[in-house]
């Protein structure tokens, strides 16, 4: 081989190492730009995730607001019905009262009218 083919293959060398070097430069730059693309993506995954997760969370604060509402209207139902039975034990205790008075008095009436029939037939007799 002489000088002229030597030198032609070290210059097709460099210009290949030049390539080389380029093409390690363009690899590099569409592996950053392949990393930016996964991570958009899954950022777009996530995104998605936490929008459903989001929407769920609102429907389940929405089914909690509803139960809690149903919750204070039962509460408000037993209240009144507490109310109610609380009147009419009050209203039963002072019927039982009234009954018990009358029929105190209804002892005493029948006790003088016996007493009138006893005074009446020793009267008569």
Do not use: G, P, W
Request: with cysteine; charged share 35%; glycine share 0%.
């Amino acid at each position: 081989m002489n000088n002229y083919n030597i030198r032609q293959l070290k210059d097709q060398n460099e210009n290949l190492n030049k390539h080389v070097l380029k093409l390690r430069k363009e690899n590099e730059i569409l592996k950053e730009k392949n990393s930016a693309f996964k991570n958009e993506s899954a950022n777009e995954y996530y995104l998605k995730k936490f929008e459903v997760a989001e929407n769920e969370i609102i429907e389940l604060i929405q089914k909690n607001d509803a139960l809690t509402k149903k919750a204070q209207d039962k509460d408000k139902q037993i209240f009144l019905l507490q109310e109610k039975i609380s009147n009419l034990t009050v209203s039963n205790d002072v019927c039982k009262n009234d009954y018990e008075i009358k029929i105190e008095l209804l002892e005493k009436e029948n006790k003088r009218l016996k007493e009138q029939l006893v005074a009446s037939v020793k009267t008569i007799m």
